[in-house]
């Protein structure tokens, strides 16, 4: 097994370094004195592009907003695909996901893994359809940004039925200049293409929750601080 290090020189503010430390039976060989690659603008997204069961990862450099790297007979190969893509930035930090995130939707019960990326501007829902292919992309719009701060998404089965569910952090600007933020969570509705509320965090004191009931009569199981 491989371990994927990431690295942030003191001299930058922006670019990370991608270090690739090969493993074998007994131990990593950590003795490398190049990184994979040194402009990196973020954190990477692992995933499987190809079905090889090899791992790949999708990334942001100073050079491709979304750079492919391939692995392919023990070696990476870097792939721009700003024609796949597009060439809007990530958000960062990103909440990009490989995961199947439409599994209990009419258009996806072929339970293959798709592909999430969180834009700056908008996220897309990249469907594996033997392959990921423009036509198969739906873009979702972010939450009102003039009525919340946006934070990270979360892929969960929130009433544990195997379906998952598109959540995100968000806070709710209030008050004279938006001086009040109250935190809440959104749930994205496929039916109907917009984000709900199903959570409100009112209790400044307090944001420790064994589960919160939502309004919709869903108890989500997780903790939340």
């Given at each position: ?36 690659l040194d402009n990196a603008l973020g954190h990477p997204l692992i995933l499987d592009y190809n079905g090889d069961m090899i791992t790949d990862f999708l ?143 009112t209790n400044h004191s307090n944001l420790y929750f064994e589960t919160i009931d939502t309004q919709f009569g869903i108890q989500l199981p997780i903790a939340?601080?």
């Amino acid at each position: 097994m491989d371990v994927l290090v990431i690295t942030k020189p003191e001299s930058s503010e922006k670019l990370f370094k991608i270090w690739i430390l090969r493993g074998n039976k007994t131990h990593l060989e950590c003795e490398s004195k190049k990184p994979l690659l040194d402009n990196a603008l973020g954190h990477p997204l692992i995933l499987d592009y190809n079905g090889d069961m090899i791992t790949d990862f999708l990334i942001e450099t100073n050079n491709c907003p979304h750079e492919l790297w391939i692995m392919n007979s023990k070696h990476f190969r870097a792939d721009c695909r700003r024609n796949q893509f597009g060439d809007s930035s990530l958000r960062s930090p990103h909440s990009n996901a490989f995961v199947n995130i439409r599994n209990c939707q009419p258009d996806s019960l072929d339970y293959t893994t798709d592909i999430v990326i969180t834009n700056k501007n908008h996220i897309e829902y990249w469907l594996n359809r033997g392959g990921f292919n423009a036509e198969n992309r739906i873009n979702i719009r972010y939450p009102d940004e003039s009525m919340y701060t946006i934070g990270q998404s979360a892929y969960i089965d929130l009433n544990i039925d195997g379906c998952i569910e598109h959540i995100i952090a968000v806070c709710k600007k209030e008050g004279f200049f938006h001086t009040r933020c109250l935190p809440q969570i959104l749930w994205y509705d496929n039916k109907q293409n917009d984000w709900i509320n199903i959570a409100d965090f009112t209790n400044h004191s307090n944001l420790y929750f064994e589960t919160i009931d939502t309004q919709f009569g869903i108890q989500l199981p997780i903790a939340v601080r």
